[in-house]
Nanobody, 125 residues
Framework: EVQFVESGGGLVQAGGSLRLSCAASGFTFDDYAIGWFRQAPGKEREGVSCISSSDGSTYYADSVKGRFSISSDNAKNTVYLQMISLKPEDTAVYYC??????????????????WGQGTQVTVSS
């Protein structure tokens, strides 16, 4: 059974920091990239960041570059998303997912095979 245990969400003031964790099980971790997505009320879900389990390559959406950092502990099948300088517009439910890039890198489209349950991040102004 595929399972994601997401943690680290919460309420923080603008300018603050949070670290999200995503512990995965039930599939071959090294066969996938792990992505973080977010969905704000009334908006579409968007890809925020992604890391390849095989080579460690990463992707960041322009809106989070320089503020978010993704890392992976393959021994624990766990991916982290360190978020600093948080803004109210970062408020959303954050989901991790097992993804496969559709192209040669993480810069293109992804196919999501498995989703986590989501964790709420709220940034107050």
């Amino acid at each position: 059974e595929v399972q994601f245990v997401e943690s680290g969400g919460g309420l923080v003031q603008a300018g603050g920091s949070l670290r999200l964790s995503c512990a995965a099980s039930g599939f071959t971790f090294d066969d996938y990239a792990i992505g973080w997505f977010r969905q704000a009320p009334g908006k579409e879900r968007e890809g925020v960041s992604c890391i390849s389990s095989s080579d460690g390559s990463t992707y960041y959406a322009d809106s989070v570059k320089g503020r978010f950092s993704i890392s992976s502990d393959n021994a624990k099948n766990t991916v982290y998303l360190q978020m600093i300088s948080l803004k109210p517009e970062d408020t959303a439910v954050y989901y991790c997912a097992a993804v496969r890039p559709m192209g040669d890198s993480l810069e293109g489209d992804w196919r999501v095979d498995y989703w986590g349950q989501g964790t709420q991040v709220t940034v107050s102004s």
